[in-house]
Nanobody, 122 residues
Framework: VYLAESGGGSVQTGGSLRLSCGIY????????MGWFRQAPDKEREVIAH????????YADSVKGRFTISQDNANYSLLYLQMNSLKPEDTALYYC????????????????WGQGTQVTVSS
């Protein structure tokens, strides 16, 4: 299984970015996929996840600003639309697949991408 994120970059406060994650060779173990981020000297945290029923859940810090989605024609594509970006959103963003349980912990996912950097300047 191979995951590849893209779409990161540098934006100013209030800007938007759309992250994409291509998921290759995934056989469907687990029932959720998610986006995580990790800032320097901080733990990896869940941003959003989506399960196989389409249910989504967001961290309070991004609720109302970020949207997780899948390509309905191709469940091997996962997206994160990020609007109204803030400097505190600066981090390395990871997509993850093969999640189970609460889908809120990094330990609950089997497969990870290498990450894409998002930098928000004030």
């Amino acid at each position: 299984v191979y995951l590849a994120e893209s779409g990161g970059g540098s934006v100013q406060t209030g800007g938007s970015l759309r992250l994409s994650c291509g998921i290759y060779g995934y056989t469907g173990t687990g029932y959720c996929m998610g986006w995580f981020r990790q800032a320097p000297d901080k733990e990896r945290e869940v941003i959003a996840h989506i399960d196989d029923s389409g249910y989504t859940r967001y961290a309070d810090s991004v609720k109302g600003r970020f949207t997780i989605s899948q390509d309905n024609a191709n469940y091997s594509l996962l997206y994160l639309q990020m609007n109204s970006l803030k400097p505190e959103d600066t981090a390395l963003y990871y997509c993850a697949a093969g999640g189970w349980g609460s889908c809120l912990q990094s330990t609950e996912y089997n497969h990870w991408g290498q990450g894409t950097q998002v930098t928000v300047s004030s």
